[in-house]
């Protein structure tokens, strides 16, 4: 029993770790963060899982964010005119809004900061997850290790 509820707790926090991955590669966080900094570091990390991440999200929507609509899901709540997934999908470099440079930070890709800001709240997550259940970094061990994985299907 205990050996099924540790590997169902570690799939749970796979499944977290894609959803708070896909926040940056699949809203315009990035798009709304850039313009406020000076470098890609400086943006903030939103943590979902704790209060003031919550927060966060609910002033990030007062000013904008969004995320992509897919036309396989429903229900179809989405007003006319909201951007697709395509138009804000960062899966990778090859991505409309994943292919857009940011001048003046390093000229990076908007796919390579959502993919920094990606692992930084990963391993934001994992330390939080570990720190708070202790069983799961003692059965675990000192190290982890997490990739932030690519959307491959194709936009």
Known sequence: GRDAEIKRSFFAIGKVLHAVQDFYAHTNYVELSVGQVK???DIAVISPWT????DAIKGLRGNGLVSGFVFWGFPQKCS??????ADLAKDSESTRSGSVRVTHLENRS???IAVQLARDTSQALID???AR????????GN?????????????
């Open 143 to 155: 190290s982890v290790a997490f990739e932030v994985m690519v959307d491959r299907r194709g936009l």
């Open 80 to 85: 006319s005119g909201t951007a697709s997934h």
């Open 110 to 112: 908007q796919y390579k």
């Open 128 to 130: 939080h997850a570990f």
């Open 133 to 140: 259940w202790p069983l799961l970094k003692r059965v675990n």
């Open 51 to 54: 209060k003031a991440g919550k």
């Open 39 to 41: 470098k890609s570091t």
